[in-house]
């Protein structure tokens, strides 16, 4: 039994929940979103929560019941609030500047790296070593600010790279250029 499956999700003002035909859709002041329901599953909204119900008790339900919840919670926290995630670039005449809908990013490579805005996702540069990518959709988001961040992943010897803001990178020592053997 899921205990995280169990939980209502409550529904803010300005948010609508529908379920029909094994599909989710979400409205709410940010945007639309929607979610393919597969197996025994049945959302149930009921005044300001909604429920997610199972109809059997198998254990490939369990493992899905706590799934679809968590994809409702965030589902209705993307389209009232939206989510956001901030990247450090740390080096030495690293910069990253917004052109359009792109960024441009010169890290350390012979060339200047510029990424595309995917659909429905927004980049803003703040200052020139800080980018945030921002969108309803947790997912995206996350899979976004992980491609950015793979252009340039930190080293830990000087601490080089695009990190998160909250991530902590392990410095390593470097050679110590002791003596030989004697």
Same mark, same amino acid.
């Given at each position: 039994m899921s205990r995280i499956g169990k939980m209502p999700?409550?529904?803010?003002?300005g948010v609508t929940v529908n379920f029909a035909n094994g599909l989710i859709t979400?409205?709410?002041?940010?945007?639309t979103l929607t979610q393919k329901v597969? #197996?025994?599953?049945?959302?149930?909204?009921e005044g300001a929560h909604a429920?997610?119900?199972? #109809?059997?008790?198998?254990?490939e339900l369990d493992a899905k019941?706590?799934?679809?919840?968590?994809?409702?919670?965030?589902m209705v926290v993307g389209v009232s609030?939206?989510?956001?995630?901030?990247?450090?670039?740390?080096?030495? #005449?690293?910069k990253v500047a917004k052109q359009g809908k792109k960024i441009v990013l010169n890290v350390g490579f012979s060339h200047p790296v510029e990424v595309e805005e995917p659909e429905g996702i927004t980049f803003t540069c703040p200052t020139p070593n800080e980018i945030v990518v921002a969108g309803i959709d947790k997912t995206v988001v996350g899979q976004t600010a992980a491609n950015i961040r793979t252009i340039r992943e930190p080293e830990p010897y000087h601490g080089y790279g695009i990190a998160y803001s909250d991530e902590v990178i392990e410095r390593k020592e470097g050679k110590t250029g002791g003596k030989g053997k004697k």
């Open positions: 999700v409550a529904i803010p003002a979400v409205k709410g002041a940010k945007g597969e #197996g025994d599953i049945v959302i149930k909204v429920l997610v119900e199972k #109809g059997q008790d198998i254990p019941h706590g799934l679809y919840r968590a994809l409702l919670h965030n609030e939206g989510y956001s995630k901030t990247l450090k670039v740390n080096g030495v #005449g690293w």
